[in-house]
T-cell receptor, first 113, second 115 residues
């Protein structure tokens, strides 16, 4: 069965600094990978997805993620964060044949001025 | 509709009462999912519908939880005899079909507080 581990529950960072949110996945078969963002009192919104092809995936709001199949990681990065990026970020995995998306426990990104 | 709609957005109930949470998915989306979000627990899968059938209900925590979907559209999650540990945000999502490549579109959630 697949699983997802988000290594940091909280990441504090100053505005305009770079950030990396870490995600490791576990699966014995090929997977699809996703990052979602949840702003306060809102539902989840897709940031980016990896289905196949290039290991580097670009998403909305300047975020990108790179899959490393040897390390089974899918870390999310942004070179310069804004106050508005303050939110909860969820990594998720799904195998090709699975019916459901499995989520990590989330990482709260707090951007300070 | 344009997005996934959930109601009520907030529900406060007393322990032992029954509650119903409603999800109206995006028109044409055949797959519908319920997740539960508790503080510090991430998103916990509850049940998945393809059309009106529920091939996977493995995440329902107990027999107090049930869900149905009618007309391949609206879904209702029912919690009977609510307990304080049921307090959480219940999120509904839909996708075009069950293909793993399809993106799930989430509603804003229903926040349930059991006193």
């Amino acid at each position: 069965a697949q699983s997802v581990t988000q290594l940091d529950s909280q990441v504090p960072v100053f505005e305009e600094a770079p950030v990396e949110l870490r995600c490791n996945y576990s699966s014995s078969v090929s997977v699809y990978l996703f990052w979602y963002v949840q702003y306060p009192n809102q539902g989840l919104q897709l940031l980016l997805k990896y289905l196949s092809g290039s290991t580097l995936v670009k998403g909305i709001n300047g975020f990108e993620a790179e899959i490393n199949k040897s390390q089974t990681s899918f870390h999310l990065r942004k070179p310069s964060v804004h106050i508005s990026d303050t939110a909860e970020y969820f990594c998720a995995v799904r195998t090709f044949s699975a019916d459901k998306l499995i989520f990590g426990t989330g990482t709260r990104l707090q951007v300070f001025p | 509709g344009a997005g996934v709609s959930q109601s009520p957005s907030n529900k406060v109930t007393e322990k032992g009462k029954d509650v119903e949470l409603r999800c109206d998915p995006i028109s044409g989306h055949t797959a519908l999912y319920w997740y539960r979000q508790s503080l510090g627990q991430g998103l916990e899968f509850l049940i998945y519908f393809q059309g009106n059938s529920a091939p996977d209900k493995s995440g329902l925590p107990s027999d107090r939880f049930s869900a149905e979907r009618t007309g391949g559209s609206v879904s209702t999650l029912t919690i009977q005899r609510t307990q304080q540990e049921d307090s959480a945000v219940y999120l509904c999502a839909s996708s075009l079909d069950r293909s793993g490549a399809n993106v799930l579109t989430f509603g804003a959630g229903s926040r349930l507080t059991v006193l």
